[in-house]
């Protein structure tokens, strides 16, 4: 889970890191990749599909978190095995 506790129990996102910044040359604005392990309950199904990590995949991993906040922990997707 992406969220940093400090000592006084402030709560904050961390940033998810998967998107990168791309340079403005580039028309696609995403960053791809090959193997290594990823989060599936986090990550949007375009991304697990193709992975391809763009902004937009990272509003909806913060989704996913913001759903987990509002449900006070529940998993997301708890049925998935």
């Known amino acids: 889970r992406n969220i940093l ?3 006084t129990l402030v709560c904050k996102v961390a940033d998810f890191g998967l998107s990168r910044e791309i340079e403005s040359d580039t028309s696609e604005g995403a960053y791809t990749t090959t193997g ?3 989060p599936v ?3 949007a199904p375009e991304a697990i599909a193709f992975r391809k990590f763009t902004s937009s995949s990272d509003v909806w991993s913060y989704g996913v978190v913001m759903w987990e906040v509002v449900s006070y922990g529940e998993r997301p997707y708890y049925n998935w095995s």
């Open 36 to 38: 290594g392990k990823i």
């Open 41 to 43: 309950r986090w990550t």
């Open 5 to 7: 506790v400090s000592e």
